[in-house]
């Protein structure tokens, strides 16, 4: 086990779950306790949230500073957003709008452990590869910018202006920009998200990969082909007015642990709530409201849900298209069934939506969602009895072959009840990151639009590149072939995030100079190109003081509110520089000539705000706008039932239905997040929510599926995937978990299980990686081996 003072790695263990090519599972922080797992039986929220949060706060020695930058978190009187998901904050703005997640990711943030060079002195990065995630992160912030030295295979310091000279030079000497890409990890905020494409344009590349590209790159290509927008039409105050509440495929109680609320005042309103998932996860069972103290002194927790219905994987499209067969079969003797006034007015395609609906069979539909027909009827009936119904999903639905697919359903079913453009109804993706579609509609797009790019010429007199850029698997297919030599990674953990970890792995390998701007130690530190660079940066809870004094960032929220965030806490090292300011440093140094006023930018952040204001739609009056009390909504013409779509209407799609059986012996396999992580960052190996102790390494599986290989639970199984093109990748060990999930359905860790994801198994829709749909066989491990076997 690793202690906070030991930064050693455990001791290598034979029988550990292994992975190809020496890519090692992460694992969390007491990995070889007895694994667990038995039914959680309490309500979300509440109590067991309070009490894992203060283990959380003791372990990171965060006791005192934790509690006092918690109040001051998502307030509208200045307090920084918090940095662990996407929902909106409370509009009273009054009560505490937090929650465990939230704390332990402001917590991982304001550690008082520090990474500095005495550390970096005493470990090789060959010996650091050795280490789990979960140590890697542990070892705290980072604190001044690092170089590596591949003589002596280890980080050492550099100067700022070097290491900007280093990456300037590099990006200058090569013979094309589009030799360089530029991920951005969800958490930048919107000024900073606007100097980095203005400097990816300038230099001449669309390549901006983002972590968008594995999360909700299906929701924006279909809610723009069918609305003309690329975001939710709803609010805070839509989700208080609606009737009827559709979650499909998110796990709120861990992900957005904020909705609960939102769910339990909808309840307690008499609000329909159904839930759609292969699992019946946390949040649609009860809840104790997160920040609500009396009710958990009282242990008073309310109902989360009105019908839990479980599809197959991939099985959503098939049970939304049931959903409308049912209105529209109703809708000859039932006009409530079918809004044809709205449906006339503003959609396009009914016709042929209403004949693919027609022509699919029940008994297809019955297959193909794995939902028997009266359970279909049941969703139906609810969503035809509610006045104003929204429906909310998240990556559940995305990350599939036919994502995009699903999503217009969604709106196609939204349509025939003219849901939309009308409080309390609309479409509800929940966001990931903090500010992912804060950075998308600052500029991060692999494939911008026009007119933001004549804005964007006119404004800051630059010439950007029309062309499609590349996008997160096009970077790793482009390193692997030798044509990207520059990856900057601005926030994120892009070795362990993207699919294929051998094959991104690989491709990290062959660049000429990797740069990461980061506040801890991770994976993509050590799987580095022949040049690399850690870069630390300012969190979002700290302090940004520049030129002209204490600066504020913007962020914008899953329903589209954009507000300022202000740190408050010291920051982790003097030597920390804001991304901002990063930015700026490896513009300058790549751009000597720029006409574009870099410095001057960076000294007041307004001036970078009057700037967008000119560029970007919806921003007009920003200086001013985002700083009334709850900041900003972006006018939506969709809201308004403008449609910027060829036909300018609404578009329904009549796309046929995907065949997602699995093949015989074979399993549909998701992977997803436990409670105890965020993302790359893993807190602890347990799972509360679904009753899972010290163990990641984990695949649940359906009990008769589990019979009919032969295994009980905890038994080691081997999972292989067999990608589209015939290639398998495999993990060994790891352990099999009996859950209430449908036959021919399995589930496991991201990012552990990122090593199955083939690289080539991305959607033809969205190019978004396949991660929750993973054509699987899941055997008993061969001979219950005790040493790892190799790996195929
Ligand atoms: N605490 C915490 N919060 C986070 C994150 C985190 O890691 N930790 N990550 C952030 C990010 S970047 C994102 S994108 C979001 C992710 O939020 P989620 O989308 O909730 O993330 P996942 O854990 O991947 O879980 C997806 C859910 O989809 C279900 N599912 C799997 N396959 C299917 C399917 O075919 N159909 C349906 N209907 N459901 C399915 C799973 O059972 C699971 O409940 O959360 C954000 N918030
Ligand atoms: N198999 C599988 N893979 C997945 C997914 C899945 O569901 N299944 N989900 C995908 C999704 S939705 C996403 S969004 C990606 C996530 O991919 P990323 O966004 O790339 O990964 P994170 O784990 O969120 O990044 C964590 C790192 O961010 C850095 N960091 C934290 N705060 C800051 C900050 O304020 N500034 C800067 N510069 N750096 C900071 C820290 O160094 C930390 O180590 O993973 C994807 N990968
Ligand atoms: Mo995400």
């Known amino acids: 086990m690793h202690s906070s003072e030991d930064p050693r790695p455990a001791p290598a263990d034979p029988a550990a779950p292994t992975a190809p090519d020496g890519v090692g599972p992460s694992v969390g922080d007491a990995p070889r306790q007895p694994p667990a797992v038995e039914p959680y039986r309490h309500p979300a929220a509440g109590w067991g949230a309070a009490k894992s949060v203060t283990k959380f706060l003791v372990r990171e ?28 904050d409370d509009l009273k703005g009054l009560k505490l709008d937090l929650c465990e997640n939230g704390i332990k990711h402001v917590g991982w943030e304001m550690t008082r452990k520090r990474v500095d060079r005495a550390f970096f002195a005493a470990h090789t990065v060959t010996e650091l590869s050795e280490w789990s995630d979960f140590a890697l992160e542990d070892q705290g912030r980072l604190t001044q910018p690092m170089v590596y030295d591949p003589e002596t295979d280890r980080y050492r310091p550099i100067a700022w202006r070097d290491a900007f000279e280093l990456v300037g030079r590099t990006l200058r000497e090569l013979d094309d920009p589009n030799r360089a890409a530029f991920y951005t990890s969800g958490r930048l905020g919107n000024e900073a998200t606007f100097l980095y494409q203005l400097m990816a344009r300038e230099l001449g590349t669309n390549n901006l990969p983002d972590c968008s590209n594995m999360c909700h790159e299906a929701s924006g290509r279909a809610m723009q082909a069918a609305l003309g927008t690329g975001k939710g039409t709803v609010d805070l105050k839509d989700w208080e007015a609606a009737d009827a509440l559709f979650i499909l495929g998110v796990n709120a109680a861990s992900n957005a642990p904020r909705m609960l609320t939102a769910l339990a005042a909808a309840y307690e309103r008499g609000a329909r709530i159904v839930h759609v998932n292969p699992l019946v996860e946390a949040a649609a069972r009860r809840t104790i409201i997160p920040h609500d103290f009396v009710d958990m002194a009282l242990n008073k927790s309310t ?5 839990n219905v479980q599809p197959r994987i991939g099985g959503d499209m098939a049970l939304l298209r049931g959903m409308a067969k049912a209105l529209l079969e109703q809708s000859a003797h039932d006009p409530k069934a079918l809004d ?53 999903w998240c990556l559940g639905v995305t990350q599939h072959e036919h994502g995009v697919d699903t999503v217009r359903e969604i709106v196609n079913l939204l349509l025939l009840r003219g849901n939309l453009g009308r409080e309390g109804a609309g479409p509800s993706p929940v966001r990931g990151h903090s500010n992912v579609q804060g950075n998308r509609t600052c500029g991060i797009d692999h494939r911008p639009g026009r007119e933001f790019l004549d804005r964007l010429r006119e404004v800051c007199r630059i010439d950007p590149p029309t ?14 072939r030798g044509e990207i030599e520059v990856f900057v990674g601005m926030g994120g953990n892009f070795a362990l995030a993207a699919p294929d970890t051998a094959y991104t792995h690989a491709g990290l390998r062959t660049c000429a100079l990797t740069v990461h701007v980061s ?11 022949r040049q690399a660079l850690i870069l630390p940066c300012l969190g979002r809870t700290e302090k940004d003081r520049q030129r002209g004094g204490e600066q504020s960032s913007s962020v914008e929220d899953s329903m589209s509110m954009v507000h300022l965030s202000r740190g408050m806490k010291r920051p982790a090292s003097p030597l920390l520089l804001s991304e901002p300011a990063i930015v700026a440093g490896i513009a300058r140094a790549a751009l000597p000539d720029s006409a574009t006023p870099w410095e001057w930018y960076v000294e007041d952040y307004d001036r970078i705000r009057d ?14 706008r985002v700083r009334l009390p709850l900041g900003f909504r972006i006018k939506q013409p ?44 893993i807190y602890s190996d347990d799972d509360r929510y679904r009753g899972v102790k010290n163990l990641r390494t984990l695949v649940f599986m359906n009990p008769d599926d589990m019979r009919e290989r032969g295994l009980t639970e905890f038994d080691p199984v081997d999972v292989t995937a067999t990608a589209r093109d015939g290639s398998t990748r495999s ?11 449908p036959r021919g359905c399995a589930a496991g860790y991201m990012p552990e299980m990122n090593v199955l994801c083939a690289i080539g198994d991305h959607s033809t829709q969205s190019d978004q990686p396949i991660m929750k749909h993973l054509k699987v066989t899941v055997t008993a491990a061969a001979a219950r081996r005790k040493e790892p076997a190799a790996a195929g």
């Open 61 to 88: 020695g965060e006791y005192l500073d934790g509690p006092r930058a918690i109040m001051r978190m998502n307030h509208e009187d200045g307090g920084f957003d918090c940095p662990g998901c996407a929902w909106p």
């Open 303 to 307: 109902r989360t849900s009105t019908l």
């Open 340 to 392: 044809r006034r709205f449906v006339e007015r503003h959609t396009s395609g009914f016709a042929e939506y209403r004949a693919v609906c027609e022509a699919t069979s029940w008994a297809e539909i019955e297959r193909q969602s794995g939902v028997s027909r009266a359970q279909i009827l049941a969703a139906a009936r609810i969503y035809r009895d509610a006045d104003r119904s929204i429906v909310s």
């Open 467 to 480: 062309g499609h850029g590349k996008d997160t698997v096009a970077t790793i297919e482009a390193m692997n």
């Open 519 to 529: 506040t801890k130690l991770n994976r993509s530190h050590l799987v580095h190109g």
């Open 611 to 624: 700037t967008m204001a000119e560029v970007l739609d919806g921003f007009e009056d920003f200086n001013r």
């Open 638 to 681: 969709a809201r308004e039932l403008v449609f910027l779509t060829p036909s300018g209407k609404a578009e329904f799609s009549a796309a046929p239905l995907p065949d997602v059986v699995p093949a015989p012996g074979t399993l549909a396999l998701g992977t997803m997040r436990s409670h105890d992580q965020w993302n790359t960052t």
């Open 731 to 741: 993990l060994h060990g790891y352990l099999a978990v009996p859950y209430d999930i």
